[in-house]
Each structure stands twice: as structure tokens, then as C-alpha cells.
């Protein structure tokens, strides 16, 4: 139908405009379930409503660094002339580990897509990224996840093989 066709942005709030229906929260739904959504909403207006998503631009993310980090803080996917795409490319935004890192306890908080607030939490080890290059270790980043990098109780003996690694000052 003429006037429903278009491109609509998602605003800060999480939620679009749209035609008949108004402002509509779509913020932590993924495109099908943002679509489902729509489509319901619209079935109350419209006999056959079709909805096709598509993502046009992204928008920057914003991830918080925490723990062992010479810099803790929140960055933006944008702020450096490297991408933050995944959690080495965090940590190195933060200005890498401390002395007292522990590599092998980094923890990944993570907000569940939903309407409901849920998160899940992902333990990580770099070591095994740093030398057996596992890279299910270093996860590609989404909008505020939270990166904690935990205190070492006892330094690893080969320390001197972690301070020349690249999430290292």
C-alpha cells in the first residue's frame, strides 16, 4: 500500500514510527521477532499485513571494559581508527591487561534479545586464543555487552610470554 513503503530509523528509545500504528518498541528484538511484532500490532488495522525488515546502517555500539584493564570505561565501536569488533580489540580500546590479568578468567555479559531483560554470561580464556589461536575465544561484540577482565590470584609462570602478547601495552 502507498504510504506505508519507506524507510523508517529506530530511534534512541528503541522504538520506530510508523504509518496507522505510531510509535512501536523494537529495541532488543531481533529482525524476525521485530517483524512479528510489527505484524501483529498492524493485524489489528490491516487484513494481510506483510512486513520486510532489512538493516540500512548500523549504528555505533557501545561496550563497557572492566576488571584488569589499564583504561576501564565504555567504548564505542567508532572512537578509535581500529573497529571494536570482538573482545581483544576491547581490551586492547582499553589499553590492555594489567600486571595482575588474569587471562584465563574473562567473563562476557550479554543482554538476551527479547522484550524481557535476561542476560546471559560467557566465561572466555585467552590463553588458549593466545597459543592454540582457538578463536571461538575472541567473540564478535554487540551493543552493550560487558567485558570483565578478573584479578589473577597467582602470575602464571610464563608471564614473559603473555607481556609481549598483543593484549599487552
Same mark, same amino acid.
Given at each position: #500500500?502507498?504510504?506505508?513503503?519507506?524507510?523508517?530509523?529506530?530511534?534512541?528509545?528503541?522504538? !520506530?514510527?510508523?504509518? %496507522? =500504528? *505510531?510509535? /512501536?518498541?523494537?529495541?532488543?528484538?531481533?529482525?524476525?521477532?521485530?517483524?512479528?511484532?510489527?505484524?501483529?500490532?498492524?493485524?489489528?488495522? #490491516?487484513?494481510?499485513?506483510?512486513?520486510?525488515?532489512?538493516?540500512?546502517?548500523?549504528?555505533? !555500539?557501545?561496550?563497557? %571494559? =572492566? *576488571?584488569? /584493564?589499564?583504561?576501564?570505561?565504555?567504548?564505542?565501536?567508532?572512537?578509535?581508527?581500529?573497529?571494536?569488533?570482538?573482545?581483544?580489540?576491547?581490551?586492547?580500546?582499553?589499553?590492555?591487561?594489567?600486571?595482575?590479568?588474569?587471562?584465563?578468567? !574473562?567473563?562476557?555479559?550479554?543482554?538476551?534479545?527479547?522484550?524481557?531483560?535476561?542476560?546471559?554470561?560467557?566465561?572466555?580464556?585467552?590463553?588458549?586464543?593466545?597459543?592454540?589461536?582457538?578463536?571461538?575465544?575472541?567473540?564478535?561484540?554487540?551493543?552493550?555487552?560487558?567485558?570483565?577482565?578478573?584479578?589473577?590470584?597467582?602470575?602464571?609462570?610464563?608471564?614473559?610470554?603473555?607481556?609481549?602478547?598483543?593484549?599487552?601495552?
Amino acid at each position: #500500500l502507498e504510504g506505508f513503503n519507506g524507510i523508517y530509523k529506530v530511534l534512541n528509545d528503541g522504538s !520506530i514510527i510508523l504509518p %496507522v =500504528i *505510531g510509535q /512501536v518498541y523494537i529495541e532488543n528484538l531481533s529482525i524476525q521477532q521485530a517483524s512479528e511484532f510489527i505484524e501483529k500490532k498492524l493485524s489489528k488495522e #490491516l487484513l494481510v499485513p506483510q512486513i520486510s525488515l532489512t538493516i540500512e546502517q548500523t549504528r555505533p !555500539i557501545k561496550i563497557s %571494559v =572492566i *576488571g584488569e /584493564v589499564n583504561n576501564p570505561g565504555v567504548y564505542s565501536n567508532y572512537e578509535d581508527k581500529f573497529p571494536i569488533e570482538t573482545v581483544v580489540d576491547a581490551i586492547r580500546a582499553a589499553g590492555g591487561i594489567t600486571p595482575n590479568s588474569n587471562l584465563t578468567k !574473562i567473563s562476557i555479559r550479554r543482554r538476551i534479545g527479547g522484550l524481557e531483560e535476561k542476560y546471559k554470561t560467557a566465561k572466555l580464556d585467552l590463553f588458549d586464543l593466545i597459543y592454540n589461536g582457538n578463536q571461538l575465544q575472541n567473540p564478535y561484540l554487540l551493543d552493550k555487552d560487558t567485558i570483565r577482565v578478573e584479578r589473577a590470584e597467582n602470575l602464571p609462570t610464563d608471564i614473559a610470554r603473555i607481556a609481549s602478547s598483543s593484549l599487552s601495552p
